[in-house]
């Protein structure tokens, strides 16, 4: 069972940066879409960006396109996003999530494996 950790979250005034990083366990990550998420409170986890296995396909929901980037190491088992020009609305809990196959993907029931979460907190 793969585990993933996700570190970078924390308190940013709106218009400020932050990137968030999601750690994986195990020698397959390569193999394997990865993507973020977000629940912010009272709300449904939403998609936010992924990025598939190897081909670079990458999805990004419309209210992040042109603010955050999502991106991978494999030799470092790591995923990353980047957030510019943050507001207050992008206050949420970021989960990282790996999809069941190597194809980037929008739908969080291609993702089987989850974060605990990192805060994400923006200051209007």
């Known amino acids: 069972q793969v585990q993933l950790v996700e570190s970078g979250g924390g308190l940013v005034q709106a218009g400020g940066s932050l990137r968030l990083s999601c750690a994986a366990s195990g020698r397959t990550f390569s193999s394997y879409a990865m993507g973020w998420f977000r629940q912010a409170p009272g709300k449904e986890r939403e998609f936010v960006a992924s990025?598939?296995?190897?081909?670079?396909?990458?999805y990004y929901a419309d209210f992040v396109k042109g603010r955050f980037t999502i991106s991978r190491d494999n030799a470092k088992n790591t995923v990353y996003l980047q957030m510019n020009s943050l507001k207050p609305d992008d206050t949420a809990v970021y989960y990282c999530?790996?999809?069941?196959?190597?194809?980037?993907?929008?739908?969080?029931?291609?993702?089987?494996?989850w974060g605990q979460g990192t805060q994400v907190t923006v200051s209007s």
């Open positions: 990025i598939s296995s190897s081909d670079g396909v990458i």
């Open positions: 999530a790996r999809g069941r196959t190597g194809r980037s993907t929008k739908a969080s029931t291609n993702f089987n494996s």
